[in-house]
């Protein structure tokens, strides 16, 4: 079996453990957040972690098994199968109907229970399951967790005469990140702060302003979209998707008043024609003063994304002022995009994306170095550095039948500091699309100024 550091760095992309400003339950500001409900939806990950419990345990000592509702539930379902040791369920509450148990499965009244929880805080939890297990006649003098967060609750249970296992507890976790720098020195002070029963102050941060950010603005393009949303008051990119040429400069010209790009997937079109397509487009971003983006999402070798970029039907080179692409080719292949702003693909906003936590660590380093970036589409927090823009925004719906995940430009913009909202269908799906536009671009610019 790996190592439990690898095991647990394991368990860390799939995004058990986030840094930042978090308030818990108990009102108290964490510098730190966990929640392990991902690991359910990694099965290998799942049975690892069920045999990483059960080999610290003395497993003669228990007849049945049961989890703290609701996190820890899919942990002591999987114990359970690997030890054949039988699952009891508790509920959070009495059904108002049929039974009204609270305790679910077959039992018997002096039968000994390990109990298995996620995560241990105070150990208010913990001391509930074990008040409402015990009632039942069923004994409680183990119980095992993932993540001990070292706020006493591990001491508390052992003061009443528990047994406590614990696979990891907070310093561990922090020691293991550091060694690998997913964390930095400042986040592992704030923490030991916090497990040291200080008050952790966090600075209270506002965004940049799009003229601050101008100030700092290398790139020429970076430069140019900050200027437009400026003059036009509009942080709104929206995106044309459509099959027919027509469509696409009807669209243009309804929305472009209120827009500081319009982002085209021009390999959708099935009358593409550089004379009859790109040019009137041209002009209509000059009538209008917004950029073209070409979301063409380049994923390969230079070699590759340069040809596609200059060459072929499309000739994206000539007409794009900004392209998207990915970073999994590494920084010498972004070096083609010469005369054009980057943005990156930092991560996705449709559900069960592979843009975990890990892999946007190693693609900002990509991003950070490269002098042809401006940016990233990402569903979080960035670098002040870069611009943030943010798709799968909408404002009236949460999602579709092909794993696309909505949020509104306010949400976005308060809460991943988004400096450029791209919004497809809530506007070209509508039937007013220039007022769908001026809505959008209203609420946009409304959540920026709230944030100043």
């Excluded at 923490?191 to 209270?204: L, M």
């Excluded at 209509?284 to 994304?305: P, S, V, W, Y």
């Excluded at 950070?368 to 943030?388: K, Y």
């Amino acid at each position: 079996m790996e190592s439990k550091k690898e095991f647990f760095l394991e368990c860390y992309k799939l995004g058990i453990i986030k840094f930042g400003r978090f308030t818990l339950k108990s009102g108290i500001e964490s510098p730190f957040y966990v929640d392990l409900r991902p690991l359910a939806s990694d099965p290998k990950t799942l049975k690892k972690l069920a045999n990483y419990l059960l080999e610290m345990l003395p497993l003669d000592n228990f007849d049945i098994i049961c989890g703290v509702p609701y996190a820890a539930l899919p942990m002591a379902t999987a114990m359970s199968l690997e030890s054949f040791i039988p699952l009891i369920i508790k509920r959070k509450e009495a059904k108002a109907y049929g039974t009204k148990k609270l305790i679910e499965g077959i039992f018997e009244k002096g039968q000994n229970c390990l109990l298995v929880e996620d995560v241990i805080t105070s150990g208010k939890s913990l001391v509930e399951t074990i008040d409402e297990v015990e009632n039942e006649g069923i004994k409680v003098s183990d119980i095992v967790v993932v993540l001990d967060r070292q706020q006493g609750g591990k001491e508390k249970l052992e003061a009443k005469g528990y047994k406590v296992h614990s696979l990891f507890n907070i310093s561990e976790v922090v020691e293991i990140l550091r060694e690998v720098n997913y964390i930095d020195e400042d986040e592992v002070a704030r923490i030991k702060d916090f497990v040291n029963g200080n008050q952790v102050i966090f600075e209270e941060k506002k965004r940049l302003s799009y003229e601050q950010k101008l100030e700092t603005a290398e790139h020429s393009f970076a430069k140019k979209i900050l200027e437009i949303a400026i003059e036009k008051r509009s942080n709104l990119i929206a995106s044309a998707d459509f099959i027919t040429t027509k469509e696409l400069l009807d669209f243009a010209d309804f929305v472009g008043p209120h827009i500081v790009a319009l982002k085209t997937h021009i390999d959708i079109l099935n009358d593409f024609d550089a004379d009859e397509t790109i040019l009137p487009l041209k002009d209509l971003a000059t009538k209008h003063n917004f950029l073209l983006m070409e979301d063409r999402k380049f994923a390969d070798i230079g070699n590759t994304q340069e040809l596609q970029f200059s060459y072929g039907t499309y000739k994206i080179s000539n007409w794009a002022d900004l392209v998207t692409s990915h970073v999994i080719g590494g920084s010498k292949s972004l070096d083609c995009f010469m005369n054009v702003g980057v943005v990156a693909i930092l991560g996705m906003s449709s559900k069960g994306t592979l843009t975990d936590s890990h892999y946007r660590e190693e693609a900002m380093k990509v991003i950070q170095s490269h002098p042809n970036i401006i940016g990233c589409v990402a569903q979080n927090e960035i670098s002040d550095e870069l611009l943030l823009f943010t798709p799968g925004v909408n404002l009236g719906e949460t999602g579709d039948d092909k794993g696309q995940q909505y949020n509104s430009p306010e949400h976005v913009i308060k809460n991943y500091g988004t400096d450029f909202i791209i919004v497809g269908r809530g506007i070209y799906k509508s039937e007013e699309p220039e007022q769908e536009a001026l809505r959008y671009k209203n609420e946009g610019w409304k959540a920026y100024l709230e944030t100043l």
